[in-house]
């Protein structure tokens, strides 16, 4: 069984910067893509970054492309996400997640994957 648990969130002004983090514990890691998405009020889950088991791949919204970075650590057994450029609509519960196999045939599904963190509330203000 795998647990993840997601941190780094909190309230951050227009422009500014997070650095989420995902730590893992149980399975192997290593062998896990994972990925990163996000649910606002009102509105359904939708990703946002995916990373595969090598840091090899990495896919992402096209909302957050070129101000969000996925990156892994899988010594720390750890995925972050940094976060840049904030927007007020960046607002949002931020989710971990990670896939029990080495490959995953559609990254930006959420049925894709196996285990889920308990989500980190991100908050933007302008």
């Known amino acids: 069984q795998v647990q993840l648990v997601d941190s780094g969130g909190g309230v951050v002004q227009a422009g500014g910067s997070l650095r989420l983090s995902c730590a893992a514990s149980g399975g192997t890691f290593s062998r896990y893509p994972m990925g990163w998405f996000r649910q606002a009020p009102g509105k359904e889950r939708e990703f946002v970054a995916a990373i595969n088991w090598n840091s090899g791949r990495t896919s992402y919204a096209d909302s957050v492309k070129g101000r969000f970075t996925i990156s892994r650590d899988n010594f720390k057994k750890t995925v972050y996400l940094q976060m840049n450029s904030l927007k007020p609509e960046d607002t949002a519960v931020y989710y971990c997640?990670?896939?029990?196999?080495?490959?995953?045939?559609?990254?930006?599904?959420?049925?894709?994957?196996?285990?889920w963190g308990q989500g980190t509330q991100v908050t933007v203000s302008s």
């Open positions: 997640a990670a896939r029990e196999t080495f490959t995953i045939t559609s990254p930006v599904r959420a049925d894709e994957y196996d285990y």
